[in-house]
């Protein structure tokens, strides 16, 4: 690999853009103050709570959007004290329920449920953020296997268990003019090609194309869209990454970008079962709309032209 200290600062962000214009931090359209990106009355389950993007940057903006209750998960319980602290004074009045959870084990997520909805029959949004990036070696013969599917347990397979468990009381009562929403984090390396990021670049991959299985097995009912974060100075920020000193962003642009896909399924549904870049100016994406739907952008797809009508006669 090149040296990555030599590219320019920007180049996480331009490299990828696909919206003339790019935001390293919030902006109008997605402010989360905003009437028209309300979630007043929403209840919203977060992992990945503790800490990072879910800590500093989506539990504040859901808050922000007037959210009624949120539910914290995580496993460091007493990290989790101090993020529902920290909502508390954004709004006093915002219901928090934080709890400590593998989400691996498929017992405690299930438990986790029961209490979930024993308290909030209907739960409108899951943010699957947790994830760990655990790659020890950029060669393939060299990596522990356990250390390689550790990415999996908890960036795929949490995921799973998580929305699993959600769709399980929502189907009860979901509806194409109020979809239950699943936002499920992802990553640019999961398009990219990057050895030192071998197994968490892997599952980001599995978590976009599971995204779009989610959104085709419950069409009108279930909004489910994947999203990369861009590149934020958190604990799972790889070191590589960091001496390379490229831009970072600001938490708060996940958090305002995730408020503006669930407040309103109507204008985001063209993102359904697809991937995008906080970053990405959402008035541009709106505007590629018919774009993005008709050649099936923004999916994990084999890139050949396939199908017996290419050979003509």
């Not at 990555?4 to 853009?17: E, F, N, Y």
């Amino acid at each position: 690999m090149s040296d990555l200290s030599a590219l320019p600062k920007d180049w996480i962000v331009t490299s990828g853009q696909f919206t003339r214009t790019a935001y390293q931090e919030v902006y109008p359209a997605i402010d989360p103050t905003k009437a028209d990106n309300s979630l007043d009355g929403k209840t919203l389950v977060l992992t990945g709570a503790s800490r990072g993007i879910g800590a500093r940057g989506i539990a504040p903006a859901f808050v922000k959007a007037g959210v009624k209750a949120i539910v914290l998960i995580a496993t460091n319980v007493t990290k989790l004290g101090s993020v529902e602290e920290e909502l508390k004074k954004i709004n006093p009045k915002i219901e928090v329920l934080s709890l400590s959870v593998d989400i691996t084990s498929v017992e405690q997520v299930s438990e986790a449920w029961r209490e979930i909805n024993s308290r909030y029959p209907q739960v409108h949004i899951l943010v699957n953020n947790a994830g760990v990036e655990t790659t020890d070696s950029d060669k393939p013969h060299e990596q522990d296997p356990d250390v390689f599917f550790r990415n999996f347990e908890v960036n795929l397979k949490g995921t799973h268990t998580m929305t699993q468990q959600f769709l399980k009381a929502a189907v009860t009562w979901a509806t194409a003019e109020d979809p239950v929403r699943v936002i499920n984090i992802s990553s640019s390396s999961a398009w990219g090609v990057w050895p030192f990021l071998a197994a968490y670049s892997n599952s980001k991959a599995a978590i976009i194309h599971y995204t779009t299985t989610v959104a085709a097995s419950y069409p009108g009912t279930v909004l489910a869209i994947a999203v990369n974060p861009g590149m934020n100075d958190t604990e799972i920020l790889p070191s590589v990454l960091r001496e390379a000193g490229f831009q970072t962003n600001d938490p708060l642009l996940t958090g305002a970008t995730l408020v503006w896909l669930t407040a309103d399924p109507a204008r985001s549904r063209f993102l359904n079962g697809r991937v995008l870049t906080v970053e990405w100016d959402v008035n541009e994406l709106l505007s590629r709309k018919e774009e993005i739907t008709s050649k099936n952008l923004l999916t994990m797809q084999l890139n050949a032209t396939l199908g017996v009508e290419q050979f003509g006669n």
